[in-house]
């Protein structure tokens, strides 16, 4: 793995308070901060003490900028304070490629889901994912280290978040562990706060907030498939609310540090039976859909991949989805001439038809947006909704739900 346990002081970037406010600036001006005292949080935390090397994507490849590298020190110090996510924590897989681990999120993100939040004076907040322990440093400003809880699966990430938060001045409440189970010990809190998405809410969340309080977190089927929800605890046997108009997307929760190994692919092989068919729904739903294709996802599982088939030459010929037991869907982009895509799929699972049947759905609920989705939490079952529990769209499974800690 890569990460970076190095500690810089303050003075790495002498005119930092200039450039913080700055940022506070431009977030106000993006919409994304509005309240005085989380523009006072994100004006008073130096962003650089939380992240001295980072990674940047580039044409296809991982650029490291570290304040202690002379060759790209000043990319690094002017990157720090602009509205960029950071990756920080990198795993390398020698068949997948980088898994990005941690990061420090988008700052007008994060100000965006602290201001949703809507936390008073008094609140006592639980942020699952330290991660670099930004988020946790501008809680702590906003309400004190005594009302302030943070955990993270990663141990050398919340070592090294500690020691940059006490270097502040700032001793919030940091554990290590599985986050997915909370932190009972401590509860019950005003509100939780998750900056990695998980596949269905994690009912221990729901009994450690309090009536009243409040969970923010994506919830993500897979790739392109989630978005924040904002919930409330409105019972004891129940948390509802409804997903974000405006949309985000966090790395998964895991149940263990390092990344998670990767299951398998099963090829198909090209003289498998298909089935063909036609469709007037749009091929590139993944992309164009979002909420469509959340629907979808619920039914594949998280492990499906999505694409494109076609050659450099001639660019993308069709869209394709494929599962780990060898499925795949191939849709073709261009219609023939009654406006019909040919879909081919070969496997034991029709993946298109889960698309098909998702858009019905989709259709008969009036084709909600994201803001009129809810999500209702019981101990039991996790139902999405359009508008109201009387149009039910799809349960999310909740097999992750008992997943149990493995707090260190
Ligand atoms: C986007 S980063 C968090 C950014 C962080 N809030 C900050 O301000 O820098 C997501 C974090 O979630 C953590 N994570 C993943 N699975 C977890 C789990 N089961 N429990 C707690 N944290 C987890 C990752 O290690 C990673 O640090």
Same mark, same amino acid.
């Given at each position: 793995m890569t990460t970076s346990t190095t500690s810089i002081g303050l003075d790495t970037?002498?005119?930092?308070?200039?450039?913080?406010?700055?940022?506070?600036?431009?977030?106000?001006?993006a919409g994304k901060?509005?309240?005085?005292?989380?523009?006072?949080?994100?004006?008073?935390?130096?962003?650089?003490? +939380?992240?001295?090397? +980072?990674?940047?994507?580039?044409?296809?490849?991982m650029v490291a900028l570290a304040a202690d590298d002379p060759g790209t020190r000043q990319e690094w110090a002017d990157t720090v304070y602009t509205n960029t996510a950071l990756v920080t924590l990198v795993d390398h897989d020698k068949n997948n490629g980088p898994v990005y681990l941690s990061s420090s999120s988008t700052p007008g993100l994060m100000t965006r889901m602290l201001e949703a939040l809507d936390i008073h004076d008094g609140h006592t907040v639980l942020e699952i994912g330290t991660g670099t322990?930004?988020?946790?440093?501008?809680?702590?400003?906003?309400?004190?280290?005594?009302?302030?809880?943070? %955990?993270?699966?990663?141990?050398?990430?919340?070592? &090294?978040?500690?020691a940059r938060l006490a270097q502040l001045g700032y001793r919030p409440t940091l554990v290590t562990g599985d986050g997915s189970?909370?932190?009972?010990?401590?509860?019950?809190?005003?509100?939780?706060?998750?900056?990695?998405?998980?596949?269905? %809410?994690?009912?221990?969340?729901?009994?450690?907030?309090?009536?009243?309080?409040?969970?923010l977190v994506d919830v993500r089927a897979g790739t392109n498939a989630g978005n924040l929800v904002h919930l409330t605890r409105t019972a004891q046997d129940r948390a509802d609310g409804n997903f974000d108009a405006t949309g985000a997307t966090f790395m998964g929760l895991r149940h263990n540090p390092g990344a998670d190994s990767r299951i398998p692919y099963t090829r198909t092989s090209a003289d498998l039976p298909a089935t063909t068919?036609? &469709?007037?729904?749009?091929?590139?739903?993944?992309?164009?859909?979002?909420?469509?294709?959340?629907?979808?996802?619920m039914r594949l599982g998280s492990s499906y991949r999505i694409g494109y088939a076609g050659d450099p030459q001639n660019g993308p010929r069709a869209v394709t989805i494929t599962t780990p037991d060898g499925s795949r869907a191939e849709i073709a982009l261009a219609t023939d001439d009654h406006g019909h895509h040919t879909v081919r799929e070969t496997g034991p699972v029709r993946l298109?038809?889960?698309?098909?049947?998702?858009?019905? %759905?989709?259709?008969q609920a009036g084709q909600p947006p994201w803001q009129s989705l809810g999500l209702l939490v019981t101990p039991d &079952?996790?139902?999405?909704?359009?508008?109201?529990?009387?149009?039910?769209?799809? &349960? %999310?499974?909740?097999?992750?739900?008992?997943?149990?800690?493995?707090?260190?």
């Open positions: 970037v002498p005119d930092w308070q200039d450039r913080s406010a700055a940022l506070a600036d431009d977030l106000v001006a901060l509005s309240s005085p005292q989380w523009r006072a949080a994100v004006e008073d935390v130096p962003r650089h003490v +939380f992240v001295p090397r +980072f990674y940047l994507h580039r044409e296809g490849r322990g930004l988020n946790a440093a501008w809680l702590t400003h906003r309400l004190g280290e005594k009302h302030v809880y943070s %955990i993270d699966i990663e141990p050398d990430l919340v070592d &090294t978040a500690r189970a909370g932190l009972p010990e401590h509860a019950p809190f005003h509100r939780i706060i998750a900056t990695c998405s998980v596949p269905s %809410i994690p009912w221990s969340w729901v009994e450690q907030t309090r009536i009243g309080g409040r969970i068919s036609t &469709t007037t729904r749009d091929p590139r739903t993944p992309w164009t859909q979002p909420v469509v294709w959340f629907l979808t996802a298109w038809q889960h698309v098909e049947h998702a858009h019905q %759905i989709w259709d &079952t996790q139902t999405i909704y359009a508008d109201t529990i009387d149009t039910p769209l799809a &349960t %999310i499974p909740s097999a992750q739900q008992t997943q149990k800690g493995n707090r260190a």
